[in-house]
């Protein structure tokens, strides 16, 4: 059986690999790649960014965020940088925004697309989400985009969001969830595993996990409806850290 490192390992070989193989967004295969990546992001949004910006997301976590000026906002798996890079457009020069990937290319590419923008209120830090290299209390909200699934340690994932954000502080993920378990097999397929599937859960335990982990308000819509042959489909999770 492969060890949840292992299981990482792979996961960081896959993504440092596909973000090789595309330079511009949402050309070609992807994560999420039939869950309604594709066309996530408005047209003239992407047209602003530089070249060698990739998506491997499923939503649009900073456009339902509601993100104000001057907020810190952390991402988890920040991948390519993209959703980083709009939400220090909107967060603005007295906000800032860190993401966090384990995959150092996906922190090179990140980093240089911002340092293109001229952004000087983004970084980006090479770490596991499910043990973030940030202190307690020190961010405003937590984003993510189609990553949690791939995380062995759900639980962990949650818990430390919820250690970093401020008390009042919000998550929101865009993440595929399940509307069946995934079986022993799907689990053990990596191709099905690092595309974003069978790593989910089936949504009351996806909201059981984050309300484990002292979330309150805990909520799921639908962001991109499953197709009739799939038992996954890309939701929106939010919830809040109590005052
Ligand atoms: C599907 S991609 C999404 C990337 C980005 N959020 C986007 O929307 O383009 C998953 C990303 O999560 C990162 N990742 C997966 N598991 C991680 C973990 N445990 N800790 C940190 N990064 C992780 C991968 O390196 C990859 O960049």
Known sequence: MTSP?????RISEIYAQQLRDRDGCCDGAACCEGSGSEGIYPAELLERMPEGTVTFGC??????????????????????????????????????????????????????????????????????IEALPLENASVDAVISNCVVNLAPDKAAVFREAFRVLSPGGRLMVSDIVLTRPATEEEMADLALLAGCISGSLPVTEYLDQVRAAGFEEA?????HEAEADQFWFSAAISAVKPL
Request: aromatic share 4%.
């Open 59 to 128: 939503g649009s976590p900073v456009a339902l965020a509601s993100l104000r000026p001057g907020e810190r906002v952390l991402d988890l798996g920040s991948g390519a940088g993209l959703d980083c890079l709009f939400a220090a457009q909107q967060v603005g020069a007295e906000g800032s925004v860190i993401g966090v990937d384990f995959t150092q290319d996906m922190i090179d590419r990140a980093t240089r697309n911002a340092a293109k923008l001229g952004l000087t209120n983004v970084s980006f830090r090479l770490g596991d």
């Open 219 to 223: 909520r799921l819509e639908v962001e």
């Open 5 to 9: 490192q292992e299981l990482k390992s």
